[in-house]
């Protein structure tokens, strides 16, 4: 596995995909530092676009606006205490306060380093980890991979939110949206109504874009006349050197990544639960606790390095067992299917190029953040910032549609995408999670196909599902799960 690792090097180093790389951070950045706009969104509008590309080139474009993105988030959050992310809500807590105190370019500096070195330990975990967790999961067969796919449901949706039988409602939608097509066992058809679309089910990358990218369109053009940034009430003057923030903050980094990379493994956990985590831990480690929240750059150091271990590290659960560890990963997922992959244990050895190629992609755009991450980059984006979103709306909107059309040529896809776009904004209004969603319409054939699978070669033993000792231990993660929800109730219950 290892010598793959390194034989996947020169891929990932030609020019096609440093070429990827070098825009995909540029836009990622960009995207980060919009209100309003996130990176799920900026992928969903790109992959279409990729469909005639090579698979480095296009993962290369994912991983420059994934690593972009983490850091973009926090120039808007740092200098107006507005989070281009939900993981840079965190570093608003710090980041703001050193801004209004003439900081605001130490600030930006800090979490351009925190966010390189977060990504960097959390693509390192990436490699080492997941080709060992490639071998243990070729012992997996229709059994486990029913229990996977159910564990990554039920985590996800009473992880994701506050209200878990919210959660669990919208990941049943998500599981029935993906049932809509052809059975892949029997053959018949479910939910088409006799269409012919319909018979094919639903395309993932619509059903992203639509869920996803419409919704915060919408937000937007209800503030039509806003303006997000004036330059001249801000002090964005630098100071300290990149020694000076090693020797300040390298604990901080390493305890935050650890964290961050941690998170990043459990299945919809996400970079804004590890970056308050993260935070939490800086705060109580520190010895002078009061500072925070008044402009202490440790916060901002914690915030952002542990919102970036999470990148890489969600990919682990995603390239090995198939389940998504964020809607980033299930992007990548919905990537190497586009070209033809099918993510499972045997990518490693069937498309190593590939599959390690996009392991350094993710390490080398850490590594770019610092690059392009710095002062320059960020008085440019920050610059953005000052466009009306009454610009912002058609344009995006309009990128969605040419996006969407160029897949298939196809009319009806449109309106899938609009008819999406306001499901997805009908939920975000009601405060249904939308993750649940999207993963379920991932994982709910999946466990469907494995379960009748399983019964198939069992001649339908129900008993065979929990006698093998790979999928005793999910169902006793998936109870510990649950167990835990119910505990943090329980507790809420007795406070009150």
């Given at each position: 596995m290892f010598d793959s690792l390194f034989n996947a090097l020169p891929v990932a180093l030609q020019f096609g995909s440093l070429v990827s790389l070098f825009v995909g951070t540029l836009v990622g950045i960009l995207i980060g530092a919009l209100p309003g706009l996130n990176p799920v969104m900026a992928i969903a509008l790109m992959l279409p676009l990729t469909y005639g590309f090579d698979p480095v080139i296009a993962l290369g474009l994912v991983a420059g606006i994934y690593n972009g993105s983490m850091y973009g988030g926090a120039i808007p959050a740092i200098l107006l205490k507005i989070p281009g992310t939900p993981a840079a809500i965190a570093t608003t807590f710090d980041g703001y306060p050193m801004?209004?105190?003439?900081?605001?370019?130490?600030?930006?500096?800090?979490?351009?380093?925190?966010?390189?070195?977060?990504?960097?330990?959390?693509?390192?975990?990436?490699?080492?980890?997941a080709p060992l967790l490639a071998q243990v999961t070729l012992a997996f067969g229709p059994t486990e991979y029913f229990w996977v796919a159910v564990f990554g449901l039920v985590s996800i949706a009473v992880l994701v939110g506050s209200d878990i039988s919210k959660g669990m409602l919208s990941a049943l939608l998500g599981v029935i949206i993906g049932l809509v097509g052809v059975d892949t066992i029997s053959g018949a058809e479910r939910y088409t109504f006799d269409s012919l679309y319909l018979s094919g089910g639903f395309?993932?990358?619509i059903v992203l874009i639509g869920l996803y990218a419409i919704p915060p369109v919408l937000e937007m053009a209800e503030k039509r006349n806003a303006t997000y940034y004036d330059a001249g009430s801000?002090?964005?003057?630098?100071?300290?050197?990149?020694?000076?923030?090693?020797?300040?903050?390298?604990?901080?980094?390493?305890?935050?990544?650890?964290?961050?990379?941690?998170?990043?493994?459990?299945?919809?956990?996400?970079g804004n639960l590890a970056a308050l985590l993260s935070y939490n831990e800086a705060k109580r480690k520190s010895t002078n606790p009061e500072s925070f929240g008044t402009g202490?750059?440790?916060?901002?150091?914690?915030?952002?390095?542990?919102?970036?271990?999470?990148?890489?590290?969600?990919?682990?659960?995603?390239?090995?067992?198939?389940?998504?560890?964020?809607?980033?990963?299930?992007?990548?997922?919905g990537a190497l299917m586009i070209h033809g992959l099918q993510p499972s244990p045997q990518l490693f050895t069937k498309s190593p190029d590939v599959v390690f190629g996009f392991m350094w992609q993710m390490?080398?755009?850490?590594?770019?953040?610092?690059?392009?991450?710095?002062?320059?980059?960020?008085?440019?984006?920050?610059?953005?910032?000052?466009?009306?979103?009454?610009?912002?709306?058609?344009?995006?909107?309009?990128?969605?549609a040419v996006g969407v059309y160029t897949v298939k040529g196809n009319m009806m896809d449109l309106y899938v995408?609009?008819?999406?776009?306001?499901?997805?904004?009908?939920?975000?209004?009601?405060?249904?999670?939308?993750?649940?969603?999207?993963?379920?319409?991932?994982?709910?054939?999946?466990?469907?196909?494995?379960?009748?699978?399983?019964?198939?070669?069992?001649?339908?033993?129900?008993?065979?599902?929990?006698?093998?000792p790979i999928s005793q231990g999910i169902i006793a993660l998936l109870l510990l799960v649950l167990f835990s929800q119910v505990w943090k109730m329980l507790r809420k219950g007795r406070q009150r």
């Open positions: 801004t209004r105190n003439g900081q605001g370019g130490l600030a930006l500096k800090t979490a351009c380093w925190s966010s390189a070195v977060g990504g960097i330990i959390s693509a390192i975990a990436l490699m080492t980890l395309d993932l990358i801000f002090k964005v003057d630098a100071s300290g050197n990149a020694l000076t923030l090693i020797r300040q903050h390298w604990r901080t980094w390493t305890r935050s990544s650890l964290i961050g990379v941690s998170v990043g493994i459990l299945p919809g956990a996400g202490n750059p440790v916060g901002v150091a914690a915030a952002e390095s542990g919102n970036s271990a999470d990148n890489a590290s969600a990919m682990i659960p995603s390239l090995t067992l198939g389940i998504p560890g964020n809607l980033v990963a299930a992007l990548v997922l390490l080398i755009t850490a590594m770019l953040l610092l690059l392009l991450g710095g002062m320059v980059a960020t008085r440019l984006f920050a610059q953005v910032l000052r466009m009306p979103t009454a610009l912002l709306v058609p344009t995006t909107l309009v990128l969605m995408m609009l008819g999406f776009g306001l499901l997805g904004y009908l939920l975000h209004r009601l405060a249904f999670p939308l993750a649940p969603v999207v993963l379920g319409v991932l994982l709910g054939p999946m466990a469907e196909q494995n379960l009748r699978l399983a019964m198939l070669l069992s001649q339908d033993d129900v008993g065979s599902l929990f006698t093998r």
